[in-house]
């Protein structure tokens, strides 16, 4: 027995913010926002994803933002979405100190902890 894949990442959000979280998830990082089951859209909340990655938003009632614990997406064009980001008015902030990787960190709408990476390997 292994584990083969994460279906997916939940990160948390307050009440009624699904328009900076679509503006962010899918405006900012080009994710599509994914139509939620019947029985979990009372819950609020909005989910986003793409043929390789899914990310939930949930409503969480005594929200605090993820400042440590975060996801780390593989992205093609790093540059790019750096770019696209800052265009967006998303602080990037990058980080050297992982050998034979590129990234930075931002955070979406709510003050969650983001990292987005590519590796680059060394001959």
Known sequence: ??????DHVQL???????AEAAAFYAGA??????????????????WFGNDSVNIH????????PAKKAHPALRVD?????AARLEMAGFVVIWD?????TQRFY??????NRIEFMVFRLKY
């Open 96 to 100: 050297d100190r992982l050998p034979n």
């Open 12 to 18: 948390a959000m307050p009440k009624g913010k699904e």
């Open 106 to 111: 931002s955070e979406d709408p709510y003050g």
């Open 77 to 81: 064009d790093l540059d790019a979405l």
């Open 29 to 46: 990082l080009g994710l599509s926002e994914v139509v939620k089951p019947d029985a979990l859209k009372a819950n609020g909340g909005i």
């Open 57 to 64: 938003i949930g409503v969480e009632a005594d929200f605090r």
């Open 1 to 6: 027995m292994r584990i083969s894949y994460i």
